[in-house]
């Protein structure tokens, strides 16, 4: 048998191109995003949207998950997604400590003066 | 023959599973899971970049040039050289290793000046001030809130931290690929399949790192006369 038949890697240099193609698309069009007057959670939810998408491409064409076996993607995919979600657990406290900071201060930290020379 | 082609000579027995019940090496396997882990070190690090930008005053630094052109063409590059390690790949699978190295090299070519460029733009940072835990004095100035509140000194800080620890993932990848390139004829497909998995993945992370720290912190305005 031949051992290179086995070795078969799916996917053309066509498809590759294609993929490299959009890639870059997307990368312009949030270099292009960067320049529009947007609300700051529309702006991550778009942005992070196309970075998720830059990702899938990325990890299904080029790492070339796809092309195996069901049983690895859903050893490796669900629980990778479960333990980022869980990180957003400590996200709520960052509006906490915002809102403590600078509450009661008038005005910006400025060094202290030195000490003056008896 | 590699350990994924002989997989699929065992007899699926019990679950279903056989001896390989992922139809990949044990290698690759490891591989998958060492990316995984370093995943999650990422995604920690950005969280904690994202916990810290939410509850701080956060300045917006970077100009189009050099900052945007540089972080720009730097991205260019890392995509380019995904789709050059992926024909390496499958002209290995072809069982063409002359044109595998070639490839493989083209790769680290890109890699190598996404780290020049990425180098650059650090120096010109560094050179107008910025430190770990301390911002330029102008930027202070300029992104003092008009209540008071000072922009936060961990900017610098997150921004060296993740930028670095990619740039270090990229060098890594570079080493690697040249000991493959180097030794291609002796390895087996697989393990050039491996090294392309780990290259790819240092691209996957920079496709996260580009938009959350440098588009989101375009000098829109000018604030800082660029």
Same mark, same amino acid.
């Given at each position: ?17 294609? *993929? ?26 778009? #942005? ?5 998408? %830059? ?10 998950? =796809?092309?195996?076996? #069901? ?48 | ?33 060492? &990316?995984?882990?370093? +995943? ?27 900052? &945007? ?12 050289? +995904? ?8 002209? +290995? ?5 002359? %044109? ?7 790769? @680290? ?52 931290? @993740? ?16 000991? *493959?390139?180097?030794?291609? =004829?002796? #390895?087996?497909?697989?393990? @050039?399949?491996? +090294? ?5 993945? *240092? ?14 912190? *375009? ?8």
């Amino acid at each position: 048998m031949n051992a290179h038949a086995d070795e078969h890697f799916a996917g053309s240099n066509k498809l590759f191109t294609s *993929v490299w193609v959009w890639l870059v698309v997307l990368t312009l069009v949030e270099i292009f995003l960067a320049y529009k007057t947007l609300p700051i959670h529309i702006m991550l939810t778009i #942005l992070l949207g196309l970075s998720v998408i %830059k990702a899938a491409l990325i990890v299904a064409y080029f790492m070339h998950l =796809k092309f195996e076996r #069901l049983s690895l993607i859903l050893t490796v995919v669900p629980m990778l997604v479960v333990c980022i979600c869980l990180l957003f657990v400590f996200f709520p406290d960052s509006f906490r400590s915002s809102e403590l900071r600078y509450k009661f201060q008038e005005s910006a930290p400025v060094a202290p003066a030195p000490a003056e020379e008896p | 023959m590699s350990t994924e082609a002989r997989a699929g000579h065992f007899p699926a027995i019990d679950w279903n599973g056989g001896a390989f019940p992922y139809r990949v090496g044990h290698r690759k396997l490891g591989m998958w899971l060492f &990316i995984v882990s370093d +995943s999650l070190t990422f995604s920690a690090l950005l969280m904690g970049y994202a916990y810290l930008r939410a509850s701080n005053n956060w300045p917006t630094p970077f100009p189009f040039y050099p900052s &945007i052109v540089f972080s720009s063409v730097m991205t260019f590059c890392l995509l380019s050289s +995904s789709l050059t390690m992926v024909f390496g790949v499958s002209a +290995s699978s072809k069982g063409d290793k002359a %044109k595998a190295r070639k490839w493989i090299l083209a790769t @680290i070519f890109f890699g190598l000046a996404f780290i020049v460029l990425h180098l650059i733009e650090w120096n010109h940072l560094i050179s107008e001030g910025l430190r770990p835990f301390y911002l330029p004095e102008h930027w202070a100035k300029v992104f003092t809130l008009a209540d008071g509140t000072p922009p936060t000194s961990l900017f610098g800080a997150t921004f060296f931290a @993740i930028t670095g620890l990619h740039m270090f993932h990229v060098a890594t990848g570079a080493i690697y690929l040249l000991v *493959v390139a180097a030794r291609v =004829k002796k #390895l087996k497909h697989e393990d @050039i399949e491996i +090294s392309g998995l780990y290259w790819h993945f *240092v691209d996957l992370v920079w496709m996260f790192v580009f938009p959350l720290i440098y588009i989101m912190s *375009v000098d829109m305005h000018g604030a800082l006369g660029h």
